[in-house]
């Protein structure tokens, strides 16, 4: 299957899952869920979101990883604070990157955008060097729209 069609595909499967659910952190671990099962060679699949102070570690798939992650540092750092996607072919290549997971090889990190506003990144690793390319980044950053106006959508969960 090409890569266009591939990520159609995902992003049905996508909207199907958000569809009627506007709880938050049900929909961001869905989504991670989701990117997490059916991209192919991906270790680390999840959602930093700003505390206002510095990136705080929201709901993902994969190993444990680092809580909060400083503005201007990281790759997740750099994609928030430039709101600028990061397109890494090899993370040992770029200076500051966190190593979460020693497997990551390369990495991909989408600014979130709600309303104008950002919000905080979507974080992909995989231990495949050079494992993203234009056509994915196109694909992922249709998925990242899609997430992103349901988000606008959502409530945060209320405690009680
Ligand atoms: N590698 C990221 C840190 C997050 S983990 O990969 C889950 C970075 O350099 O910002």
Redesign the pocket.
Known sequence: MDKKKYYLEISDNLSALLAGEFDLIASLANTSALLYERLEGVN?V?F?FSDGQELVLGP?Q?KV??VR?AFD?????KAFSHNQVQRIAD?HA?P??????GA?NA?I?FPLVVNGRILGVL?I?SPNFDRFDQEDENGLQHLVNQLCQHLAMCSMPKFY
């Open positions: 680390w999840g930093y993902f994969g990883a680092c992650i540092k990281g790759v997740c750092g993370v770029f500051g990157h966190i190593a979460c997971d990551s990495e990190v974080d690793d």
